[in-house]
């Protein structure tokens, strides 16, 4: 599913539909695209719906922010900063996170390579080429193990 956004009230407004899709057992999202594609920013929007606990800043140099929300911990991880060893640092948490009931976001998955479980849904998010406010926001649900997750999704950016 690929969701245009014009600026960023869609954007919002495509982050409230996707926490208000979530159910209580949370989710995995896995996040790629460019530097400034819109990662962060979509990710600021869920977690401004949530309500969380604590200020929301990019993780890009502490690696891992926590929050709590009434639904279930949330954890943002941007790994773009990881070096290989970095890496080895966090493992332990991003398996137990993918584990537990909660939502995880990870920017740069693509650094994390075989930790990153399978079932994940990944957000990837690009520029349009015509319109600097412009970007498109795809979902995709690799091994179909988030299809319920998807469809109320759909359902609610439609009305
Ligand atoms: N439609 C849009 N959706 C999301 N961000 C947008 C949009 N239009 C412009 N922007 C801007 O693009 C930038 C995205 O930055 P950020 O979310 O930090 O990117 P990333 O995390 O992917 O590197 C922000 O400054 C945001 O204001
Ligand atoms: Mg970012």
Redesign the pocket.
Known sequence: MKIK????Q??KNLANAFASSLCKKGLFVT?T????????????YVLEFLKVDKKIT?PSFVILNEYKCELFPIYHF?LYRLEEKGLNSIIPELRQYSKDNALTFI?WAQFAHDEIPKSSLRIN?EYDEDN????WFEFIDTENKNEAFLKELAKRIKS
């Open positions: 956004t014009e600026n960023l869609d954007t996040l695209g460019d530097i400034g594609a819109g990662k962060t920013q979509f990710i600021r990019s941007d920017e998010v600097v406010d412009v970007r």
